[in-house]
């Protein structure tokens, strides 16, 4: 019997990237975050051998070897139920309905594999880099689309009866556009959330805003593609360019008003937003305009106790785990479960 420490791996799988860590058993940080491609689209096979290469990359970094990890943690950009995924999202076709916890732990030597998807991957490293933080965590991520998790007192996401809880992105929110249309969102229903708080979101609100006659002259009606308009806007808000600030801020408004149904139903007591957000100059502004929604919405006892108004509620803070806080929370969850 080998008395060798023993570490966890989180591979935090994207799009277009892997993102991987190792913690130790006490879940310090060994070495620094590896990354490399994913190569999703081209099959589960083709990625389970860039997570190879990651692993090999991480245990030659921290001088062990592979026997000596414990246990895996997987996170996936799509929704799953014990290890299979349940729809193609920005995965390739055959992803679907393969149990892929299962083939990778198989494909490694039997080394037990925790999977979830990336929202509450994101939640669980933010829960674990707050390390003096004990109560639960409510995440929501404006990206691409709008992710969310929830991490319970003492560290489980609740990932729901079938891997499908906390798709924040698709409640329902009643704000309508000028013409009095509900936005479709990419899920294919009116009125979600993320039709309103994404960067698709910003795509359609900036292609609006921008053939409006009083905005003919604006800068960003430059010819150029949406996808680079929608990316320049943040830029234009650091600026206080009036418009690029009108549309932050009605993202701001609607993701708080969001929120507010959120907080009533989960009572998390920290609210944490991450996504690209997170890193902008003006986040300070963002939030101020994401609790003009929340209290709009929000009865005023979810900010402060009524029986001591100095005493908070729900505290709101910057995601703080960075681009490796996936692959952390997933390590982290590997170490609980199978330490
Ligand atoms: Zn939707």
Redesign the pocket.
Known sequence: MSSSPVFFAGLDIGGTTVKSVLVNAEGDPVGDMVEVRSHVKNGYEATFAQLEVALDQLTSAAGISRDQIGGIGLDVPAPSSEGVIWAQANLGSDWVGTNVRDRFSERIGGIPVYMTNDGNAAALGEYAVRKKHFGSLLLVAPGTGLGGGFVLPGGRAWEGANGLALEV??ISIPHREEDGSLPQ???G?LG?L??WVSLVALRRRVAIELAKPENASHPLNDGSPVEEKAFRLREFAQQGDALAVGIFRQQGNLLGYGLADLVRVFDPGLVVIGGGLAETAFRDQYLEWVLEGFRERAWPVYLTSPIDPAQTTTFFEWATGGDSAAAIGVAFAALERFH
């Open positions: 992105g698709h969102c990419s899920c229903k979600c993320e039709a």
